[in-house]
């Protein structure tokens, strides 16, 4: 397979190395070699993939802070008084550069496919505005190379939000119209469909974003944007949601894959062992010691149903029920998340049951969804090669259902081929495949602070969470629907512990974890994890709620939620060179 997306020519790699709006890119290279034949059009375009999510952090990241997951320490987002105009980074712009470089110039060439690679470079436009319009709110246009004399444009203030995202609709829509390679067998290249499926997913951020932020005015937009999804969704073919021959294996191994599955991935990094390009999913999962050290809150694992399609939280008894009878006949995307009954790791070729393990995960919901079950070398050191999905086709069923359940159009036929489909492929039977919910679930209407009561916008929301966790969609579908205290009050709970004690995490006879207090007990398993839950409070430390029983609860230190953080501030030595550009609300 061809990793050309991480080819970037050295002439052009050398003239676009500057990173500030007030810096003027000069054109090192033949003009006409580059743009006087489709094959430099080609190579000039590959240096835009760099905008894509890199492996180096991971879109398997991008779910730590937020309401899912329970880690280690507190992100800078999150901490009090962390985030500042001084601490505030993002406001780059040498990609926006390069790119308006090659747009200009590719116009005026004679090369017959020009539009399709201008369609490459308008896409990635509309990528770039997507990522600070998220950040920051209102940020200048800019549509043209800038001139290093043109003061009027470097220094001047910036533009409105939301006709910015109108140029970024634009610019999706060129892409759609005028990129010529409709699919990609490997699913590597920018499509027809990968512009499709990117503008579900933008457009279903500025619906919920003009609908819910009720401050800007901008409500009565918001239903133009949900048609786009909608519309732009039903011209997406040639999918489909990938099966395994093993139904408690078709969601997982999407994500365990070297060559990614062309029935559902729309866009993947492919990543390549003999080019020495890795990902480190194994480590930042199941190190100790390395990373974040994220695991799934009890209160998010609550949301998975039964497998016959009926609440967890219905049952009476669900917020006592220990773990080894409560992940059994669940949603069975839980146990490809999840460590939990059956599930083996290999140690140097051999096959070992591997329970939840108390030295590397918080809550005992430890995650699966991006490792390798062989332990060495990926454990260790940041050697994963399984391809990095970017873009599914469940994303775009999602974006569409939730857009249909916003615009009160959704109807039983479209609810199976979308929330259906997503929960036959779990192994979820009953009627919730194929009959719209008339009820909304409590626990749901709690979760979400009273937000969202609609029982298909509910069950719609309930599905994207288990179906996208660890893929990093989820702090910015906190942020549109305009539940930003999530990030902060949510709690990091895990496991209900029944009393202090050893226990059997996947019932196969031998004691996994010995929760204590005070002095460190003795066991005959010498394997097993030892828990310190005493009462004694502080940043880092694991309790029990209800002392020497209950849920376990940890403390990574104190989060804060203020509603400025919708947007980051514009950095300080930016806004000291541009004083125009002016800092937003809060942060003043």
Not at 147 to 170: A, C, H, N, Q, W
Not at 485 to 498: D, K
Request: net charge negative; with cysteine.
């Amino acid at each position: 397979m061809k990793n050309i997306h991480y080819i970037i020519p050295f002439l052009l790699l050398a003239a676009f190395t500057s990173c500030n709006l007030d810096e003027y890119p000069v054109d090192t290279a033949s003009n006409q070699a580059i743009f006087g034949s489709a094959t430099g059009l080609e190579l000039y375009s590959n240096s835009f993939y760099n905008i894509l999510p890199g492996t180096d952090v991971g879109v398997f990241q991008g779910d730590d802070a937020s309401d899912l997951v329970a880690r280690n320490g507190v992100d800078t987002y999150l901490s009090v008084n962390a985030l500042s105009p001084a601490t505030s980074s993002g406001w780059s712009w040498g990609a926006l550069r390069n790119i308006n470089y090659f747009i200009e110039n590719a116009q005026t060439s004679m090369v017959a496919e020009k539009n399709n690679y201008i369609g490459v470079a308008r896409f990635f436009r509309a990528l770039f505005y997507f990522d600070k319009v998220t950040r920051f709110g209102d940020v200048p246009w800019i549509d043209r190379t800038i001139e290093i004399t043109d003061s009027v444009t470097l220094y001047g203030p910036r533009d409105d939000r939301f006709m910015v995202m109108d140029k970024v609709l634009e610019d999706l829509d060129f892409a759609i119209e005028n990129i010529t390679l409709t699919s990609d067998a490997s699913s590597t290249r920018i499509t027809k469909n990968v512009a499709r499926a990117y503008k579900t997913r933008i457009a279903l951020f500025e619906a919920s974003f003009r609908k819910y932020h009720v401050e800007y005015g901008m409500s009565g937009t918001a239903n133009e944007w949900f048609q786009e999804v909608v519309n732009t969704a039903n011209e997406i073919t040639g999918f489909s949601l990938h099966q395994a021959a093993q139904v408690d294996r078709s969601y997982r191994e999407i994500f365990i894959t070297k060559s990614p599955f062309a029935d559902e991935t729309i866009l993947a990094v492919a990543l390549d062992a003999s080019l020495q390009v890795f990902s480190s999913a194994n480590r930042r999962f199941i190190s100790p010691t390395y990373g974040n050290r994220p695991s799934l809150t009890r209160n998010f694992v609550n949301t998975y149903l039964n497998l016959d399609g009926t609440s967890f939280t219905d049952n009476p008894d669900y917020k006592t029920t220990p773990f080894v009878e409560e992940v059994k006949n669940r949603d069975l995307r839980l146990k490809q998340t999840v460590r939990l009954g059956d599930y083996h790791r290999t140690e140097n070729g051999v096959p070992v049951v591997a329970p939840p393990n108390f030295n590397q995960t918080f809550t005992g919901y430890q995650p699966i969804k991006w490792c390798y079950d062989e332990r060495f070398p990926y454990d260790d050191e940041s050697r994963n090669d399984n391809a990095h999905i970017i873009m599914r086709y469940a994303e775009v069923l999602l974006n569409k259902a939730e857009a249909l359940a916003e615009l009160g159009a959704m109807t039983p036929g479209q609810w199976s081929e979308t929330i259906g489909a997503l929960r036959a492929r779990a192994g979820i039977t009953g009627s919730t495949l194929t009959s719209l919910p008339t009820q909304a679930d409590p626990y749901l209407v709690n979760y979400y602070k009273g937000k969202f009561t609609d029982p298909v916008l509910l069950e719609v929301i309930r599905e994207r969470a288990v179906e996208l966790v660890f893929e990093g969609l989820r702090p910015d579908d906190l942020r549109r629907w305009h539940l930003g205290e999530l990030f902060a009050e949510s709690p990091m709970n895990g496991m209900y512990v029944p009393g202090l004690g050893e226990y059997d995490l996947n019932s196969d006879g031998i004691m996994d974890v010995y929760f204590y207090q005070g002095t460190k007990p003795e066991s005959s398993n010498p394997a097993i994890a030892f828990v310190d839950v005493s009462t004694s409070s502080g940043a880092g430390r694991l309790q029990l709620s209800n002392g020497t029983s209950g849920e376990i609860f940890f403390n990574p230190g104190v989060r804060e939620w203020l509603d400025k953080k919708y947007l980051y501030p514009i950095p300080e030595s930016d806004l000291i060179r541009n004083p125009a550009l002016g800092q937003n609300p809060g942060w003043e």
